[in-house]
């Protein structure tokens, strides 16, 4: 991101006030900013892909088994993911036990 600049005040107040707004009150009439419909084409990750960090865990060796069984070569990111999906109902039921 080293071409990135910072945002001004005016796009700081400008972002602000877009954030309180709704999805009924966006006007997407703008031919330079329309509603995107059709997200058929879309590329996961293309904007933002987390920080991977590397670690050393003891894992099971038949879940380690079941993971490689089915996804062999993508094993390790469908681990990540099933410890991604946890992690986010775990926060669900965390915001939903304060509330």
């Given amino acids: ?10 796009e700081l107040v400008a ?15 703008d031919p330079d900013a329309p509603e995107v ?3 058929s084409k879309a590329t996961r990750g293309a904007l933002f ?5 590397p670690v050393t865990m ?7 088994a079941w993971f490689k ?3 062999a070569k993508g094993y390790q990111t469908k681990m990540n993911s099933a410890l991604r999906s946890y992690v ?3 926060e669900r039921h ?5 509330a």
Avoid at 1 to 10: F, G, S, V, Y
Avoid at 49 to 53: F, H, S, V
Avoid at 58 to 64: F, G, L, N
């Fill in 37 to 39: 419909k059709d997200w």
């Fill in 88 to 90: 986010e109902e775990e």
């Fill in 94 to 98: 965390e915001n939903h036990s304060l």
């Fill in 15 to 29: 972002l602000a006030n877009v954030a309180f707004l709704t999805d009924d009150q966006i006007d997407t009439s």
């Fill in 69 to 71: 069984a089915r996804y």
């Fill in 58 to 64: 003891r894992v099971d060796a038949d879940v380690v």
């Fill in 49 to 53: 892909r987390p920080l991977k960090q």
């Fill in 1 to 10: 991101m080293a071409n990135t600049r910072k945002l001004t005040t005016e």
